[in-house]
């Protein structure tokens, strides 16, 4: 059984940085496609930001040079640096571990950013 648990969302000014993580058990986050999702109020859940089984990385454009994710594969987690943080980045953020199209999903954390 995959879980995937989020971590490290919370309440921070324009600007500001946060560093959300996702701790996998159950299974190796080295062998899936890992990712951040995000929902915000009244909206669909969007892509952020992927990391491939052997490392390719690919960023929402919106995203791009503020944030940057990254994987331990020795702690089995997956990380979400956010920096300059704007109102619009507030959202429920989600982790995904994707692998022969099926899909596994935390229960995400949520980020306010306040202008």
């Known amino acids: 059984q995959v879980q995937l648990v989020e971590s490290g969302g919370g309440l921070v000014q324009a600007g500001g940085s946060l560093r959300l993580s996702c701790a996998a058990s159950?299974?190796?986050?080295?062998?899936?496609?890992t990712g951040w999702y995000r929902q915000a109020p009244g909206k669909e859940r969007q892509w952020v930001a992927t990391?491939?089984?052997?490392?390719?990385?690919n960023y929402q454009e919106s995203v791009k040079g503020r944030f940057t994710i990254s994987r331990d594969n020795a702690k089995n987690t997956v990380s979400l640096q956010m920096t300059s943080l704007k109102p619009e980045d507030t959202a429920v953020y989600f982790c995904?571990?994707?692998?022969?199209?099926?899909?596994?999903w935390g229960k995400g954390t949520l980020v306010t950013v306040s202008s």
């Open positions: 995904n571990a994707r692998r022969d199209a099926i899909d596994y």
């Open positions: 159950g299974t190796a986050l080295s062998l899936y496609a």
């Open positions: 990391i491939g089984r052997y490392g390719g990385i």
